[in-house]
């Protein structure tokens, strides 16, 4: 299995804390708890950096939350044709 490449340092990506919205805990790259997959530990929600990723950029296998249409629709059988009615 290959290995991962190093994580970037703080200064690299310009770490930093934030009052915008654009924060760690709404990164795409965000592991959780306290963690991120390009950036060297510690990591903060509420802080940032200029590798910042808006999870639905990311693709479908690495977000974190997944929305109602990753739920298959209900299957159809014997009394759930609405025009039977
Ligand atoms: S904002 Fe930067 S440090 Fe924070 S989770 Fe995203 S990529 Fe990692």
Redesign the pocket.
């Known amino acids: 299995m290959p290995e991962s490449p190093p994580k970037l340092a703080?200064a690299e990506?310009h770490?930093r804390a934030t009052t915008l919205f654009?924060?760690?805990?709404n990164?795409?790259?965000?592991?959780l708890p306290s963690a991120?997959?390009?950036?060297e530990d510690p990591?903060r929600a509420e802080?940032?950096?200029?590798?910042?990723?808006e999870m639905d950029m990311l693709p479908r296998r690495r977000r974190r939350r997944e929305g109602p249409s990753a739920s298959p629709p209900p299957a159809a059988g014997p009394g759930t044709d609405p025009s039977a009615a």
């Open positions: 703080h990506v770490y654009r924060r760690c805990y990164c795409g790259h965000l592991q991120c997959e390009l950036v990591i802080d940032t950096c200029d590798r910042w990723t």
